[in-house]
């Protein structure tokens, strides 16, 4: 029953290096005060050399075994960044060993920075098929910060990119329901912003490193933005709405939005289109943009902050290069 299944616990980390607006100046050559206002960030946390996605995904989840024996756990599903430790490997699988989960069976969910509203409908969705399942595991690390090619004119304006790990336990506790979803993806935009070296199209070589083919690249970012301004922000909505209403409410009735990082002005759109004032929504400026894990991270944070409380209604909602919106609605307590 969709009644007993809620999010019993979350669980974030991030690494200890911080790199400022002004740090970013020095990167971009984008002013301070324009990384503040318009982009709306004004620190990251950026990993080292030694510390992956998949141990920061590892670690986002060590304070949630300290509310369930591992071995209670039995499904881990891995929606963090598809940028891992190495290609072509399964971190989810390593993860469940780290923590020690010997009874979970792990798998990947990858859709980049939409995954975390359609990993809790993924979630939800086997919690009512299955009765065996008791809990299910969502934990996810990005360390796309190594994505960005500073020399790259087309891209950097990904600077956002950040990193950390993020975790979410879902169970049969009956609080904290996943209610309905919407997802909509527009694949017009599938050849936009992608690693151009490294995959079957284009193998590794010695050419692909000379010339920085294993960064993010964007074909035509005017192109892009052009065509993407149009959307992008009316889809935000569209699925916000329709699982609102899938969840037989209206969008007066949100409390709070768990949005992904983007700049200022488009936060401040999608608020007014919802009709919500800023206090109620998560920006996360000093965190920046962490794949699909930004909605789980405002969630974490909004528990901190004790933003939540008994009856709220919240959306997590998020959107990913290919380009896909989603949106998952939860009754809180």
Known sequence: MIENIGITATGIF????????????????????????????????VSNANLHASDMAIE????????????EIDVIIYFGSPFKDYDVWPCAAK???????????AFELMNVSSCFPIALKV??????????????????????????????????????FADGGAAALIGRNGKNRPL????????????????????????SSGNSIKNRLHYLDVTDPQDMKERLDLVSVPNFVKVVNKAVQKSGYKLED?????????????HQELLKQLGLPEEQSIYL?????????????????????????????VVAVSAGTGYTWAATAIQWG
């Open 14 to 45: 991030f690494p200890e290096n911080i790199e400022t607006a002004k740090d970013l100046e020095l990167k971009t050559g984008i002013p301070e005060d324009v990384i503040i206002n318009k982009f709306g960030l004004y620190q990251k946390h």
């Open 60 to 71: 986002a989840a060590r304070p949630i075994l300290t509310k369930i024996d591992p071995l």
């Open 95 to 105: 993860i469940q060993h780290e923590l020690g989960a010997k009874n979970a069976y």
């Open 123 to 160: 979630a939800k969705d086997m919690l009512v098929s299955d009765e065996s399942i008791r809990n299910i595991l969502l934990v996810g690390g990005c360390k796309e910060s190594y994505l960005i090619d500073y020399e790259n004119h087309r891209s950097r304006f990904m600077f956002n």
């Open 180 to 203: 309905g979803s919407s997802i909509i993806t527009d694949g017009s935009f599938h050849d936009d912003v992608k690693i151009p070296a490294g995959g079957s199209v284009l193998h």
């Open 254 to 266: 949100i409390d709070l939005l768990l949005p992904l990082h983007t700049k200022k002005s488009m």
């Open 285 to 313: 400026d000093h965190y920046g943009h962490m794949s699909a894990l930004d909605p789980c991270i405002g969630l974490h944070i909004a528990q901190l902050k004790k933003q939540l409380n008994a009856g709220d209604l």
